[in-house]
């Protein structure tokens, strides 16, 4: 099956740039994060094993996320768009034995904004809708746009998460930038650049290659 992948530091954007792609393509989004938390919600076997591990920060064993991936798969779609998936390159390599990988989307932001944006970050706990307080505000404040349920912040948004999740980005996520880049299916996208800009690049990218 084909897929785009995005790549990037915490809060640089990958969530909302891959579910817009995924809108416009038509292609099942899978985000890792969010199908973790949702097991946590529901108090899964696998909920409760990763539970301790994401309010750590750390990273979920590859094993649980290969089949997180593979449960969550429609096969009625015609391509995937992955968002925080591959984080390692034991996972990297397992996306290339099982997915064509038309292009990685490396959403480049230096470290500081990252946090910046991650502590200004809100999200609705009942329908996963994600918004900035500074970028990218809720109609009215606090509240979800999409179901009206109360803004929290995510509990690994907290300061000494964010540090550890930054941390284990640097250590593991940015060798995969030049795993893709060997591979020449990397395009370096600058994430400091507005939503709407950064979301036509990527279409563009990604429609050049589907007409392939
Ligand atoms: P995210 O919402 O993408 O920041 O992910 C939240 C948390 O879920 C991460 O801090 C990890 O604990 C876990 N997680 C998400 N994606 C992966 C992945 N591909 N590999 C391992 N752990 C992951």
């Known amino acids: 099956m084909q897929c785009f992948v995005f790549l990037g530091i915490q809060g640089s954007g990958k969530g909302t740039q891959a579910e817009l792609l995924s809108e416009r393509i038509n292609f099942q989004h899978i985000n890792i994060g969010d199908l973790l938390r949702e097991q946590v919600m529901k108090r899964t076997e696998l909920g409760l094993k990763v ?62 904004e990252a946090i910046a ?25 606090n509240f979800c746009d999409v179901c009206g349920t109360e803004l929290i912040i995510r509990q690994d948004d907290q300061p000494e998460v964010i540090s550890r999740r930054v941390k284990e980005f640097y250590e593991q996520t940015l060798a995969l ?5 060997k591979r020449g299916i990397l395009s370096v996208i600058d994430a400091s650049e507005h939503i709407e800009e950064i979301a036509a690049k990527i279409a563009d990218i990604a429609e050049r290659l589907l007409k392939k």
């Open 51 to 112: 539970q301790d591990i994401i309010g750590r920060g750390d990273l979920v064993p590859d094993a649980l996320v290969f089949e997180i991936v593979e449960s969550s798969l429609n096969p009625d779609r015609k391509g995937i768009v992955f968002d925080g998936f591959p984080r390692t390159l034991v996972q990297a390599k397992y996306l290339v034995e099982h997915f064509e990988v038309l292009q990685v989307f490396f959403l480049e932001l230096g470290e500081d």
């Open 177 to 181: 930038k030049e795993f893709f880049a």
């Open 117 to 141: 944006r991650l502590s200004s970050r809100r999200v609705c706990p009942a329908c996963g809708a994600n918004y900035n307080i500074l970028t990218n505000k809720p109609n009215k404040d």
